[in-house]
Nanobody, 119 residues
Framework: QVRFVESGGGLVQAGGSLRLSCAAS????????IGWYRQAPGKQRELVAR???????YYVDFVKGRFTISRDNAKNMVYLQMNSLKPEDTAVYYC?????????????WGRGTQVTVSS
């Protein structure tokens, strides 16, 4: 059974930084494309960034230059470094494997980690 556990969220002021972690069991992250997603209150869940098995990275426009996705193959972890945070980045953040490039995803969602950015 594949499980994802997200952590690292918190409350931060605008302009601050957070590093999110995605731990997985039942799946080798190095062999899969893994995405970070977020869902803000009242909005649909959306892709933020993804990293391919070959290490290629993709970012949606609104996080380009601010967020960096990375992977630690030895630890089977994927990270999302978030810099220059904005209040509009406030959301619950999740990781998962996309079926194709974004949504839908292959596995059940984890609990996510809450990111709150104050102005």
């Amino acid at each position: 059974q594949v499980r994802f556990v997200e952590s690292g969220g918190g409350l931060v002021q605008a302009g601050g930084s957070l590093r999110l972690s995605c731990a997985a069991s039942g799946i080798a992250l190095r062999s899969n494309t893994i995405g970070w997603y977020r869902q803000a209150p009242g909005k649909q869940r959306e892709l933020v960034a993804r990293i391919g098995s070959g290490g290629n990275e993709y970012y949606v426009d609104f996080v380009k230059g601010r967020f960096t996705i990375s992977r630690d193959n030895a630890k089977n972890m994927v990270y999302l470094q978030m810099n220059s945070l904005k209040p509009e980045d406030t959301a619950v953040y999740y990781c998962n494997r996309p079926v194709s490039s974004g949504l839908p995803v292959s596995y059940n969602w984890g609990r996510g980690t809450q990111v709150t950015v104050s102005s």
